[in-house]
């Protein structure tokens, strides 16, 4: 059974920083693309970052380039969020996602559908 387990978030006040993981219960992990989402009290999920198989290619919704970073250790089958100069707008419910395929194709990291796995959730709460 696939289990996704993030953790990390918290409450900080805006402008600090956070650091999310995602340990990922997945044989093929190392093979598997990974993403990150949010979803907001009465909002969407939406899309926030992605990573593919290796680390070499990561994607970035707008809002949070040049603050988030995503990174991977496919060694300890973690994934991670990096998250700087923090805004109240970034605060969510922030999701990681296991895509089973080694990247993404055009724009479809944007897409929640076309990742095969989620984990639970971890809450960030950036207080102004």
């Known amino acids: 059974q696939v289990q996704l387990v993030e953790s990390g978030g918290g409450v900080v006040q805006a402008g600090g920083s956070l650091r999310l993981s995602c340990a990922a219960s997945?044989?093929?992990?190392?093979?598997?693309?990974m993403g990150w989402f949010r979803q907001a009290p009465g909002k969407e999920r939406e899309f926030v970052a992605a990573i593919n198989w290796s680390g070499d290619r990561t994607y970035y919704t707008d809002s949070v380039k040049g603050r988030f970073t995503v990174s991977r250790d496919n060694a300890k089958n973690t994934v991670f969020l990096q998250m700087n100069t923090l805004k109240p707008e970034d605060a969510a419910v922030y999701y990681c996602?296991?895509?089973?395929?080694?990247?993404?194709?055009?724009?479809?990291?944007?897409?929640?559908?076309?990742?095969?796995?989620w984990g639970q959730g971890t809450q960030v709460t950036v207080s102004s």
């Open positions: 997945l044989r093929t992990f190392s093979s598997s693309a």
């Open positions: 996602a296991a895509r089973l395929k080694p990247d993404y194709s055009r724009n479809s990291y944007y897409t929640a559908e076309d990742h095969d796995y």
